[in-house]
């Protein structure tokens, strides 16, 4: 009785079930809000959203429905106004210009304005999800002229954002809640299972964002550091899985960057380890494959701008990073960061004495994206190069690379590597920028085994 006493002290949204509320929806999903909402079967195409209080009190359309879902949010320890006064008021003026994205003759040219805002960006206020993702992100959704205008190369930075936020699953959530499509398929599978007697059925039907079939390409990319664990196996039946259901490939790639944890037995015992699991995989390659290819990377990284060489001790670069302050070294020359790039190449005392660090963002609330390392030096015998090299890339700076030149088109990654995606699709987009013709990978979340 309380639980229901409560529920009807909350308000309620209704809409025309022919123009769902994506955004406020998506919205109070990811704040961890609940949200009751219902289509009004009275409703026509001249109604708007409305949040309909108990105290007879409305808020009408969906922008000012998202910015009190956004304020609401705060109170439970969501943030998706940004960290300032100055990224909130950014906020509220995309949340208003959203309102301008609904079918018409500037739809596509307002469209190419947002994927060149977008160009330089994963995110249209600061590096994480806001309010205003969410609600560009939803107009777009309720449009049906967006599926043909996204195909425009006008609007491919555009289109590269939306499949991103489209991943997230508040926002698949939404989707699949409010679209008037899915609700007929559900309702029609309903059917066929009372036809057959209905009843409980379990199932792997779970599909993956963007997927076509024949051209999914999925990896498998265990570090030669230790034994295969059930956690590795299910990662490996996973990405198999999807390979098959999509008739598509799966790679497995050696993830071997860090020489001082791997050894060439714990490659041979991997191996077998997925010859015991039936793992049926196209080839088999390792990240030091691409270790040439990743150092010219580095050096045009440098030269865009975008890493800088820092000699910080790991602990005060550490300290730092948990609270926020930014390196001394961070504005090196590119000159300079270039000169110090060749002397960790070469082993030397001063080369060894820094690493590359990524320019993202030191006051960023996800910690992931404070200044990440990208290469650092390592004497050791590497199993596969010997002493070829004394530099390494990080896992964060060469997963998205390798992901990307081997074609991988869905990279699967347990849900307590969530902080990370928005770091992973920062990086990717830097590569792309200065290596013409590196296609984007979508990240899919799994659950980690707990077992």
Same mark, same amino acid.
């Given at each position: ?11 309620? !949204?209704?809409?025309?079930? /022919? ?21 009004? $079967? ?15 009190? +409305? ?11 956004? /304020? ?7 943030? !998706? ?31 190419? /304005?947002?994927?060149? @805002?977008?160009?330089? =960006?994963?995110?249209?206020?600061? @590096? ?40 997230? $699953? ?14 007929? +398929? ?32 999925? #990896? ?6 230790? %034994? *295969? ?7 490996? !039946? ?35 380890? &997925?010859?015991?699991?039936? *793992? ?5 390659? %390792? ?12 050096? =045009? ?11 910080? $001790?790991?602990?005060? &670069? #550490? ?20 000169? &110090?790039?060749? +002397? &960790? ?66 990279? !699967? #990654? ?33 659950? /980690?085994?707990?077992?």
């Amino acid at each position: 009785m309380a639980a229901a006493a409560s529920s009807q002290q909350q308000p309620v !949204l209704t809409y025309w079930d /022919r123009n769902p509320p994506f955004a406020a929806v998506a919205l109070a999903q990811h704040a961890n809000l609940a949200l009751q909402h219902a289509a009004d $079967p009275k409703a026509t195409n001249k109604t708007t959203a409305t949040l309909k209080f108990p105290s007879g009190e +409305e808020l009408v359309g969906v922008p000012i429905i998202v910015k009190f879902l956004t /304020r609401l949010g705060a109170q439970n320890g969501s943030n !998706l106004y940004g960290p300032t006064p100055l990224s909130a008021c950014q906020v509220d003026q995309w949340i208003e210009t959203s309102l301008q994205l609904v079918s018409g003759q500037q739809f596509e040219a307002l469209c190419g /304005r947002l994927s060149d @805002y977008l160009s330089l =960006r994963s995110f249209f206020v600061g @590096y994480d999800v806001t309010a205003a993702d969410m609600a560009i992100w939803g107009q777009l959704q309720a449009c049906p002229l967006w599926k043909k205008v996204r195909q425009s190369p006008s609007a491919a930075h555009l289109a590269r954002w939306f499949d991103h936020i489209s991943n997230l $699953p508040a926002c698949a959530a939404a989707v699949e809640d409010l679209s008037p499509s899915k609700k007929r +398929e559900a309702a029609a599978a309903a059917d066929t299972a009372a036809g057959k007697g209905g009843g409980d059925v379990g199932s792997f039907d779970v599909g993956l964002p963007n997927a076509q079939m024949g051209k999914v390409v999925t #990896r498998f990319p265990p570090e030669p550091s230790g %034994y *295969l664990h059930i956690g590795h196996a299910k990662a490996a !039946l996973l990405n198999q899985h999807f390979a098959n259901i999509y008739q598509g490939k799966l790679l497995v790639r050696f993830d071997d960057t860090n020489p001082t944890k791997e050894k060439d037995e714990f490659v041979e015992n991997i191996i077998k380890d &997925m010859q015991t699991l039936g *793992l049926q995989y196209e080839t088999i390659t %390792y990240t030091s494959d691409y270790f040439p290819q990743m150092l010219d990377l580095g050096e =045009r990284l440098i030269k865009a701008g975008v890493l800088y060489a820092d000699d910080t $001790p790991v602990d005060q &670069m #550490r300290e730092e990073r948990m609270h926020g302050i930014e390196s001394k070294r961070r504005n090196r020359s590119v000159e300079e960061t270039l000169a &110090m790039f060749k +002397e &960790m190449q070469a082993g030397s005392e001063e080369g060894l004495k820094n690493c590359l660090r990524f320019k993202l963002d030191m006051q960023a609330g996800n910690k992931a994206l404070r200044d990440p390392v990208a290469f650092r030096c390592n004497l050791q015998h590497h199993w596969r190069t010997a002493h070829k090299y004394k530099v390494y890339p990080t896992y964060d700076f060469a997963c998205p690379f390798v992901d990307s030149l081997e074609g991988v088109t869905h990279a !699967l #990654r347990t849900s307590e590597y969530k902080d990370r995606e928005a770091q992973y699709y920062w990086i990717l987009e830097q590569q792309q920028k200065v290596w013409p013709g590196l296609p984007h990978v979508h990240i899919w979340d799994y659950s /980690r085994w707990e077992g």
